[in-house]
């Protein structure tokens, strides 16, 4: 589906793909599979992550499976733009975009537009099933969207939310397994459902 030959770079035609779904759908897996199919084509790549994100590596981009990859990490999206070299990178890679600024989508069109394959992942949704900041507009100019599922925890049907387990209503809450669930959209409804039902008896 997705051409990986550098013929066409050398065509100046870029692109951006975007990897989207909940937490524990595969995101950051097949990231790191598109990229490492560039790499065995001998194509240069740069891979970059937010640096906020901690929670298995502080420079690697590593997937919940623990498939891992050294990456570049950034305080801002402006920042892609000082490691990146337009004459020679063919392929920029970004993880959990979701937690950069609206820059990013700025940055990605401009990569794409100078003959870079751009291919990022991230969350398309927060934890209360709200667009999570530029995923919308990334995923409007991306001229590929995949949406990757995860299972839901409660019922086994494909899940697409990300369910917050713990007490925190911060947008951005770093966390794993002990944090969110997975959650169908029948299941994550019941349980939105049931909080309402809650506090309106209380």
């Known amino acids: 589906m997705f051409l990986e030959s550098k013929a066409s770079r050398s065509k100046n035609k870029g692109w951006i793909e975007v990897i989207c779904g909940s937490m524990f759908s595969g995101k950051t897996e097949e990231l790191l599979r598109r990229i490492r199919r560039a790499t065995f084509a001998n194509q240069k790549i740069e891979l970059f992550k937010p640096a906020i994100d901690v929670r298995y590596d502080e420079n690697d981009v590593v997937s919940h499976d623990e498939t891992s990859m050294v990456s570049t990490p950034v ?11 337009m004459e020679t990178v063919e392929v920029v890679g970004i993880d959990e975009v979701q937690f ?15 003959g870079i394959r751009v291919i990022v992942a991230g969350l398309d949704m927060d934890y209360l099933g709200k667009p999570f900041g530029p ?18 925890t409660r019922c086994g049907d494909l899940a697409q939310y990300s369910h917050r387990i713990v007490n ?35």
């Open 75 to 85: 305080h801002n999206s402006s920042e892609i733009l000082l490691y990146v070299n």
């Open 168 to 202: 925190n209503d911060k947008q951005v809450m770093l966390g794993e397994k002990e944090s969110y669930e997975p959650l169908c959209r029948h299941c994550y409804n019941e349980i939105e459902n049931s909080k309402t039902t809650h506090s309106k008896s209380v």
């Open 135 to 152: 995923m919308p507009q990334l995923m409007a100019v991306a001229e590929y969207v995949s949406k990757v599922h995860a299972i839901c």
């Open 100 to 114: 950069f600024d609206d820059g990013i989508v700025d940055v990605c069109n401009q990569l794409a537009s100078c």
